[in-house]
């Protein structure tokens, strides 16, 4: 399959879940330390010997941490930027016309956006402010603050089955259960004992989550009986940035490190580490399983690359 050169570091890349050749890239400048930030929205070649086709690409004065498709809309996406604010653009629009909406109440990076995949009409953010900010389209201002984490969020993700329930990743090594109509967190698990860099709802059982950790290992665990794991999955070398469930298969998910791999787990086994790639030359940060292509994975990291294949084959094959 192709690669694109990013001109920035890659952050984040995210599937189209309207179109199986499309995906957009967050990218920020200088390891999205200081600097610009940019949105690319590709999409994959007819055949694999051709190059990625660059649909549209947004700047943006700070560096870009996440994007996320809209659910409702197949233009429509959301990036989290290192000022503080989602900026949402219409790739039915001409570039001069995006953004069309810039929301900006978080006092410090936003580090990630999820788009309700259930009422398709929200979203929610998660930011270095230690809070997490509920979202729609069509509200200037935040619905709701929900501010029990006490160190970075790193990540705020949607139930694939409960249009009101979410779950975050903080720095403060906790995991909380949230539902938007109760006051408080339903759920505190004390996941690992390092900060806590993402998080993910298995899309065949709704109790089922994984985490990933500074402390290098991915972990999956039942919201039901959450005082032990599940599983631990245990091979990369350094902290876990990102895990992401299959949308096809139940005990299958994917992570990245910035022990530069991505590795594929199927969590019911007992050698559960099943795929490692070694593609990246520099931290792997984003990694994704398209919902339209089964078994489709991408992956983007500072070495300013973007890779889509094939579960199975190399990253890197023509």
């Known amino acids: 399959m192709p690669v694109f050169k990013t001109p920035f570091n890659g952050y984040s890349v995210k599937f189209s879940p309207f179109y199986e050749s499309r995906l957009a890239v967050a990218t920020a400048q200088n390891f999205g330390i200081l600097g610009n930030g940019r949105v690319h929205i590709l999409d994959l070649p007819p055949t694999p010997s051709s190059p990625f086709v660059e649909l549209a690409s947004f700047e943006t004065a700070d560096g870009v941490y996440d994007v996320a498709w809209s659910e409702s809309h197949d233009s429509l996406l959301v990036a989290a930027v290192a000022d503080g604010s989602l900026k ?26 999820d788009y309700n995949p259930v009422r398709r009409d929200s979203f929610i953010s998660s930011s270095w402010d230690d809070s997490i900010k509920l979202w729609t389209l069509d509200r200037p201002t935040s619905i709701r603050s929900f501010q029990e984490h006490a160190y970075c969020v790193y ?15 903080s720095g403060d090594c906790t995991l909380r259960v949230w539902d938007v109509r109760e006051p408080g967190s339903t759920m505190v698990v004390a996941a690992h004992e390092f900060e806590i860099l993402s998080c993910d709802w298995n899309k065949y059982d709704d109790c089922v989550i994984a985490t990933a ?11 039901r009986t959450y005082r032990t794991p599940l599983a631990v999955l245990n ?19 994917v992570s990245c490190s910035y022990d530069m791999t991505v590795c594929a787990w199927d969590y019911m086994v007992e050698d559960a580490r099943i795929g490692q790639y070694g593609h990246h030359t520099e931290f792997a940060v984003g990694v994704d399983m398209s919902v339209l ?26």
Do not use: C, M
């Not at 949402?88 to 990076?109: A, C, G, Q, V």
């Not at 091979?235 to 299958?252: C, D, I, L, Q, T």
């Not at 992956?299 to 890779?307: C, K, Q, R």
């Open 88 to 113: 949402i653009y219409d790739l039915s629009l001409p570039p001069t016309s995006n953004p069309i909406r810039s929301l900006h109440e978080h006092s410090r990076e936003v580090q990630s956006v």
């Open 155 to 169: 990540a705020a993700v949607w139930n694939p089955r409960h249009a009101d329930v979410f779950a975050s990743a």
């Open 213 to 223: 950790s500074v402390d290098k290992s991915v972990r999956v665990w039942d919201i």
């Open 235 to 253: 091979g990369h070398g350094y902290a876990v940035r990102k895990v992401k469930f299959s949308p096809h298969n139940r005990s299958f998910l």
């Open 293 to 318: 292509v089964e078994g489709l994975i991408a992956s983007t990291g500072w070495d300013e690359l973007v890779y889509v294949w094939q579960y199975g084959t190399d990253p890197r094959a023509p």
